[in-house]
Structures are given as C-alpha cells and as structure tokens.
C-alpha cells in the first residue's frame, strides 16, 4: 500500500528543525511525488522523525519479558511468593534486584515457595538463583565454582548462567512469542531497527531460523563467540539474511555488570572489598580474535563495564583496524581521562545507555566508592573526545522505551545531538546506508509523534503514534483509528 502524509512537522537530523511538508511513500520507499493509489493520512501538525536505531539490546530477551514472571517492582518476600506460585513446568522469572527486596533470593528460600523449578534472573542478566528441583532436572551441580557460582547456595553467575540458559532450553512456542512481542515493544517507542544479541541459550541454527522470520523490524544481529574459531560463524550466518535480518558483527563479553558485582575493577568493589569482578578472557586471549576479525573483515562488539575490562580492551585493540571496521566498546559505565583518550586514538566506537546512569544511581555509588564514581558514565566526556557514540537501552534489562532515554540523556548532550546518536549513528556503527534523511529515495521507516523532541518531554508512556518499516504501518494508535 502506499500513502500520503499530509500536515505533518518533519524532522530533519542534519539541521535539526522541522519544516511543515507532505511525506510520500511508494513501494516501501520515499517518493517525490505520491502514487495515484495512494492512501492519505492527515497528520494535523503531528512530528514525524526518522526511525530511532537502538544499537544494542537482547531482541529474543526482550520478547521474553511477555512470557516470563516479572520482577521488577518485587519488593517483599510476601509478594516474590505470591508471584512465582506458577503453574509452569519451569517457572521462568526476571527482574529482581536485591538492593529493592532487602534479601537474596537464594536456592532455600526458592525451595519454600514452588516445587516446581524455578530459574529467576536478576534483572542486570548476569546472574540468577534457581531452587533444588532446577539443579535437579538441568543436572547443575557440576557448575559449582564457574564466574564465582554457588551450587549450594542457588546462585549461577555469567558463563554457569549461560550454560544453565542452554540446558533449560526455551520451546519453539516460547520464540515464536517472544519473536512477536519484542516488536511490539520496540515499534511502539519510534524503534524501527535493533542492533541485537541474543546467542543465549538457543542453538546458532535455531537463532537463525527464528530471525529469518523477522518481516516487521530491521535486527542487525551480533553473533557471540569466544574464540578465533568461532568468527566463522558470522560468515556461515550471513548466509541466511533477509531484508529484515543482517549479520553485522561478533560480540564478545569481557565482564559482567555493577549490579551482580562482576564487573571487573581495577580495585575492589567499595561495599564488597573480596571481589574485584570478574573477567573473561585477558588481553592477549582477547588480541587473537581481534587479529583475526580484522583480517577477516568483520566487526567486533566488547562488552564492557568495568574499568578493568576497558584496560584488557583497549590493549587488545591497540593497532587494529577500529576506524576501518568500526570495532566497538557496549557500556562503558567506567573510564578514566586517559582511558577515553585511548579509545578516540585507537578510533573505536561505542554503545551507550543514558537510562543507566538513572537506573544504577542508587548502587553506583555503593559499588564504586565516593572517588571511582566520578568516573562513571562518562559519556559527555566520551562525545567531547571524538568518539562515535550511538544510543541503546540494552532491553531487557532496562526498558524499550525511548523517552526515559532521552530525558536522562539531557544530563549529558543536547535533545539535538541524542537524536542523531539514537538515529544515523545506529546505522553507521551497522554500516547500513540509510541516512534518515526522510527524503525521496530512502527507505520508508519512520515514526508519528505527538512530541517535539526538541522540547521538554512531558508524556512519559509511548513514543509513536504511527510507525512504518518497509513503508508499511506496523505500529498504529494514531488517534485510535484504523488507517
């Protein structure tokens, strides 16, 4: 179908104003001029913005928060007992946080509220609890002392929690869900393209089927490796892209995060002084893969929090091919002056939360101590310096939502600027050719808001009134009717 947008403000990234003009789209893409058949829609002075990018979130994980129990305003015993009387074969939850329940849920407390197995995730992702009927079924004792594992006490961190992921394997119903509703939840924020990574617990051969049926949002997929090896699967995968669906990239992990105290510090943690995180590989381990990425062409994604991690990274990368094949840095909660001028010498770019520095204001500060936490989230310094920056949510962990984003981006860039890293930039760290532009000639994906983004945000909920991909609506509440 194709349409005329009619009375709307659109949004221009380059200059950053909006000029009152008509939007015609014309088999997917814009047009000059709209076609005979063409549907009209009268925006009534609406905004109309190019399709956000969120350059790094979990698009399965996502999906999955519509199936699973949720956690994230469990804030008693009472009520975690209340929600996980499941009748499930696995009750599946996420979102908790021990700082918000005052306790741990751990294996024995588990096992006094549900029989049945019980895997729940802290809402960071980098760590669960699991009663005695999960270590059962999943046959888990054998993972006691992985990333600091705790078999007896319920509690599996990092790769134990990957490998527990796999063996509690999700049921191709459960996908197919997910699959759907993580659209949903992304195109109703103004997301039309997701850079995502969701090699967890699932089969590469699984992922790649249930992606190929992706047809509504544009997922530029990150596959997990861990070694040299493994970056032939990026090459093997490549072969199974859609239109809807790219392979971009290899994504590594290096540390975990703040809330499960597994970042990994240079020092100790201020309110845990026995650990300082932990690590994945080390800088030389790391170096064989990035020299044999660069070789092969292929972009490289690190996940890194801690300042620990960021040293191991930044070595890694010393002398490698960053600028060429944009190699880049996910979080970075944590950097010094010296480390920021390290990552613009060496030219990598990076993926950035703002909503984090609202969401960890609380633990941030207890985990880091009064003199590191001036270190954290240095994402204006980062700009300043030169560095690529694009904007994510890293959902599930924290929300789809863009607006919560964008206000807590304003502690760090103009409205201006968080528009183009939550827009172009996204499509540049995917090497995508799409340019925002929404001018003849570019792809049909863009959104319809009742905001003006470049003023005080006061509706907090939804972002889009009316999203098109492909020059198709997938995404309508604009004035509650049917287009």
């Given at each position: ?15 950053r ?7 015609s ?10 076609a ?16 956000l ?29 209340a929600?996980?009387?499941?009748d499930?074969?696995i009750?599946?939850?996420?979102g908790w ?6 306790f ?59 490998e527990l ?51 509504d ?8 490796v ?27 992990y290096?540390?975990g ?6 970042a ?21 381990e ?12 292929i ?8 300042d ?5 990274a ?24 010296r ?9 990598m ?20 101590g ?19 920056i694009?904007f994510?949510t890293?959902s599930p962990?924290?929300?789809?939502a863009t607006?919560?984003?964008?206000v ?49 945000i ?21 004035t509650?009717?049917?287009?």
């Open positions: 179908m194709n349409f005329l947008l009619r009375n709307g403000q659109v949004y221009s990234v380059v200059s104003s909006f000029s009152k003009r008509d939007i789209i014309v088999d997917g893409r814009l047009a000059p001029l709209p005979r058949d063409s549907r009209i829609i009268d925006l009534d002075g609406a905004y109309v913005y190019p399709g990018v969120d350059s790094h979130a979990h698009f399965l994980g996502t999906g999955l928060q519509e199936i699973v129990v949720n956690l994230e305003e469990c804030s008693s015993l009472s009520n975690l007992e929600l996980l009387k499941q499930r074969e009750v599946r939850a996420r946080d021990q700082e918000l329940l005052g741990m849920p751990v294996r024995s407390l588990l096992d006094g509220i549900t029989s049945r197995p019980a895997i729940i995730v802290r809402r960071c992702g980098h760590i669960a609890t699991v009663n005695t009927e999960a270590i059962r079924r999943f046959d888990l004792e054998e993972l006691h002392g992985l990333d600091g594992t705790d078999v007896e006490l319920g509690i599996f961190k990092e790769r134990a929690l990957d992921n796999s063996r509690a394997a999700l049921t191709k119903e459960e996908t197919d869900i997910a699959l759907r509703k993580a659209s949903e939840r992304f195109l109703k924020h103004g997301v039309t393209s997701v850079h995502s990574d969701d090699l967890h617990g699932v089969e590469l051969e699984t992922l790649l089927d249930i992606m190929n049926k992706v047809d949002i544009r997922v530029f997929e990150k596959i997990r861990t070694s040299p090896e493994e970056l032939s699967m990026i090459e093997e995968s490549r072969t199974r892209e859609t239109d809807f669906f790219k392979v971009i990239s290899a994504k590594i290096l540390d995060s703040l809330g499960a105290r597994t990994a510090l240079i020092s100790p943690y201020s309110d845990s002084v026995d650990t300082s995180g932990i690590l994945y590989m080390n800088s030389n790391l170096k064989r893969i990035v020299q044999k990425a660069d070789i092969m062409g972009q490289l994604c690190v996940h890194v929090i801690g620990r991690a960021l040293d191991v930044l070595d890694a990368f010393e002398g490698s091919l960053s600028r060429e094949l944009l190699h880049r840095l996910i979080h970075v909660q944590i950097a010094s002056a480390q920021i001028d390290t990552i613009a010498e060496i030219g770019a990076a993926s950035i939360q703002p909503i984090f520095s609202n969401s960890d204001r609380l633990i941030a500060p207890l985990r880091l009064p003199t590191r936490i001036k270190d954290a989230y240095p994402f204006r310094e980062m700009k300043e310096a030169g560095i690529k694009a994510s890293d962990v924290e929300s789809t607006i919560p984003n964008f807590a981006a304003d502690e760090f860039f103009s409205r201006g600027d968080s528009i183009y890293m939550y827009s172009i930039a996204g499509h540049v760290l995917a090497k995508s050719d799409c340019q925002c532009s929404l001018l003849p000639g570019e792809v049909a994906d863009l959104f319809v808001s009742k905001q003006n983004l470049l003023e005080e006061r509706k907090k909920d939804y972002l889009s009134e009316l999203t098109f991909v492909d020059g198709r609506i997938v995404h309508n509440v604009f509650n009717r049917e287009i």
